[in-house]
């Protein structure tokens, strides 16, 4: 008699979320913000240790600020480092922003902001939440 291992949906990316945190991220963080690299590094600040972080993203560019998706969900640290402190830094393409007023978004929400190309992306992607964020260049980095 053989047996079957079942597995619930949310494991694949569970395994998947841990390897990319502990093996893909650090190697992502060499390159995330560089001027010709798609990966943004997000600065954020831990909401209980007061700890620097920085996180590669995804950020779209929209009209007077970024969509960066979460395809993890809504339960990552990071996105909870960013929503208790309401702001955080983030470096797209070798400019520096200081982002502000995060907001999670639906798909249904997200999608009019993004260009086509994006939205079919993410949609094969089955990504069902975003975060919207208000940029400012940062003069500082100029």
Do not use: C
Request: positive net charge; aromatic residues 8%.
């Amino acid at each position: 008699m053989s047996t079957t291992r079942v597995h619930s949906p949310g494991r694949p990316r569970r395994r998947l979320r841990t390897f990319n945190k502990h093996i893909l991220n650090p190697m992502m963080l060499t390159l995330a913000g560089r001027r010709h690299w798609y990966a943004a590094a997000l600065h954020h600040t831990g909401h209980r240790s007061g700890r620097p972080y920085t996180t590669p993203v995804v950020a779209q560019p929209v009209a007077d600020g970024f969509v960066i998706p979460l395809p993890y969900g809504t339960q990552v640290d990071w996105l909870r480092n960013v929503l208790a402190a309401g702001h955080a830094t983030i470096v797209v393409r070798g400019s520096h922003y200081t982002i502000a007023d995060p907001q999670v978004l639906d798909a249904a929400a997200a999608f009019p902001l993004l260009p086509t190309r994006r939205q079919r992306a993410w949609r094969r992607l089955h990504i069902e939440h975003y975060l919207r964020v208000r940029a400012q260049l940062d003069d500082r980095w100029a």
